[in-house]
């Protein structure tokens, strides 16, 4: 029962032996193809499968990273409103650097003084500058650092101790004569 067509034929003597062989090793090449095409394509199929895997894993920590940045551009702006201090328009010219350009603005003598000590800072909002307080400009720093225009970092002065003057310990004696 299971005889294949060229054994039939071989059996009734309308093919010779070798003819047999030759059928047989093609057929059995042709067997053969298929099973390497069909691996081929599966192998090639478990590949894009993979890469499209790993395209749709950075497609999602971008949209991740890129939703955390507004979150936390969002929380840097609500810091901002709810602490930004009123500063009346001054008499004195502050000037200081932002993107590469030279901003004045006027303002009274107190504020350019904690500006300059580091206990208030400058940020833009909405096109607008805003002063806040220190504490609140490293928060801001943390969450959006473009966000920060201007802060002085405070540093901390010893009792007696002037801007590095390395003859600060010497005194001037009254009678030098020049």
Known sequence: MGKTLQEQLLQMGLIDKKKYQQSKKETHAQKKVPQKQENEIAEMA?????????????????????????????????????????????????????????????????????????????????GQYQFVPADIIYKIRNLNGKMVVLFNVPTEKKDGETDDDPYAAYTVPDDLMW
Request: proline share 2%.
């Open 46 to 126: 478990k590949q894009a499968l993979a890469q499209k895997k790993l395209r749709d894993q950075q497609l999602n920590k971008k949209k991740i990273a890129q939703r955390e940045a507004k979150e936390a551009t969002a929380k840097a702006r609500q810091l901002i409103e709810t602490h930004k201090i009123q500063v009346d328009q001054g008499d004195i010219p502050y000037n200081f650097k932002h993107e590469n350009t030279i901003k004045k603005i006027y303002l009274p003598k107190k504020t350019i003084e904690s500006l300059v000590n580091g206990k208030i800072g400058i940020v833009k909002l909405a």
